[in-house]
Nanobody, 115 residues
Framework: QVRLVQSGGGSERAGGSLSLSCVASRSTYSFDAIAWYRQAPGKERELVASLSSGDEIYYADSAKGRFTISRDAAKNTVYLQMNNLEPEDTAVYYC?????????WGQGTQVTVSS
């Protein structure tokens, strides 16, 4: 089975930085896309950033200029570097991997940004 294991996150002050990692059980290039979603209490799930197998990148407007999605292919790992954090970034963040037929989800990790 495909496994996605997340690490990182935690608590930071507004203006600070946090980094999230997602280790996949197989090559990240074996998926059509890797993505980071987040969900805050009472709010809908939001796509934050995605990275395709062709290395095409998408960022939500809220993340553009502050967040960076990247991969270390040799480590089967995808990262989300989050800079200049804002309280509105507070949410549970999920790593996802998609193929034509299946979607896989990491366990989620809490990010809390204090004002």
């Amino acid at each position: 089975q495909v496994r996605l294991v997340q690490s990182g996150g935690g608590s930071e002050r507004a203006g600070g930085s946090l980094s999230l990692s997602c280790v996949a059980s197989r090559s990240t290039y074996s998926f059509d896309a890797i993505a980071w979603y987040r969900q805050a209490p009472g709010k809908e799930r939001e796509l934050v950033a995605s990275l395709s197998s062709g290395d095409e990148i998408y960022y939500a407007d809220s993340a553009k200029g502050r967040f960076t999605i990247s991969r270390d292919a040799a480590k089967n790992t995808v990262y989300l570097q989050m800079n200049n954090l804002e309280p509105e970034d507070t949410a549970v963040y999920y790593c996802t991997a998609s193929t034509r037929w299946d979607d896989f989800w990491g366990q989620g990790t809490q990010v809390t940004v204090s004002s």
